[in-house]
């Protein structure tokens, strides 16, 4: 048995004797591994162990292996790591600047299982043949996704996608240069007027990051409940209620999905409700909680503010033969007040392409747009549109012709 493998079991035994968890427990634990260390540098000096080269690398691998994720933890530590995934044993793969690198790092295949089993444990969640597929979050805040054969070939597939930019307002988007000042502050005075916002975007675009900051903008005195399928909202609110979906049992019971959050929430007095992302028949509850008056916010996957609208009013379709476009897309134009659609450019950069205003009307079938604000070149600029519902505005003693400025030119 080699040094570090020696220490690992040492370190193991006296997890096992004291009763801790080493991955919720990590001041104990890392009393733990200095307690070993400071026994094998004894046994060192008395000639009976090889001395140790690097003491703080030996204790931080002691720690990852225990503790962490082992081989991936320097991963999820690394702040220029956006994405972290495993096509195979020997394929560990991470993204950095939206760009994918294929790492030196080589695991066999029970590593991949233990690292997956360690990580639900954490979560509650499982995963086995008669349910092959998991999401999941991760104690730092990650969302971990799990494939297992035979829905995949012979490896399980793994992603952990981290949450690098816990923006909680506008001005965070500006700094980053996501957002100009004046396409921040608009956003900030519609979401404290109460106006519905559906953030869209490709994978990877910063939407969760989005509606993180538009969140920040809600007024202190009102009520939120979010709605999401795993926890990745990190909202800074006073008064505020985070639900998650949670996964059927063994014997097929005790599932709650997110249609389910979403009527329990109407439920629990919120001034505002946030949803983390709607894919499917879930956008019909959506729709009537925004039009039964509580302000809302969430986010879809599409490749523009048309297309998230059009996806908008054709996903309540899935709910059910009774639910018809003749009752969704007026539905959706006057639930529905601003789009804010992301990109991720060329060089990887996550920024905000086009932001649109939903007046309220509907020609041919089609929902009608005003844009607000839009791309020209590496600029966000103001478009000639204007928002509905500015008695909201003015209820707040705010200008919308002098807020919409172009200020940034």
Known sequence: ??????????????????????????????DLVREALDDYDDRALRGHAPP??????????LEDALGGFGPLQPYLDDP???EVWINAPDQVFVARSGKAELTATILEPSQVRDLVERMLKVSGRRLDLSSPFVDAALPGGERLHVAI??????????????YLVRASHLDDLVALGSLTPTAARFLSAAVAA?????????????????????????????????????????????????LQTRQPSLEGTG?????????EALRM?????????????????????????????????????????????????LAGENVTAAF??????????????????????????????????????????????HRRGDRLVRGGGFPPHPERFARLGIDVAALLADEDA
């Open 269 to 317: 007095r919120p001034s505002r409700i946030v949803i983390g992302e709607v894919r499917e028949a879930e956008a019909l509850d959506m729709l009537i909680a925004l039009n039964a008056g509580v302000p809302g916010m969430c986010t879809v996957h599409a490749n523009s503010a048309r297309e998230a609208l059009t996806k908008v009013c054709t996903l309540p379709l």
């Open 194 to 242: 109460g106006l519905n916002v559906l953030v869209s975007g490709p994978t990877q675009a910063g939407k969760t990051t989005m509606l993180n900051a538009l969140a920040g903008s809600i007024p202190p005195r009102e009520r939120v409940v979010s709605c999401e399928e795993v926890f990745e909202l990190r909202i800074d609110h006073r008064d505020t209620v985070a």
């Open 52 to 61: 140790l080269v690097d003491r703080p690398g030996t204790g931080k691998a």
């Open 328 to 373: 969704v897309v007026p539905t959706v134009a006057a639930a529905v007040d601003l789009v804010v659609h992301l990109e991720v450019d060329g060089r990887g950069r996550r920024r905000t392409a086009e932001i649109v205003a939903v007046p309220g009307r509907v020609e041919h079938g089609v929902v009608e747009t005003a844009d607000l604000f």
């Open 149 to 162: 054969p035979d829905v995949t070939r012979t490896h399980w597939a793994v992603n952990i996608r981290k």
């Open 80 to 82: 220029t790591v956006e």
């Open 255 to 263: 599932e709650i999905t997110l249609r389910r959050l979403v009527k």
């Open 1 to 30: 048995m080699d040094t570090a493998a020696e220490l690992e079991h040492e370190v193991r035994e006296l997890v096992r004797r004291r009763g801790i968890d080493p991955v919720r427990d990590r001041a104990r634990l890392r």
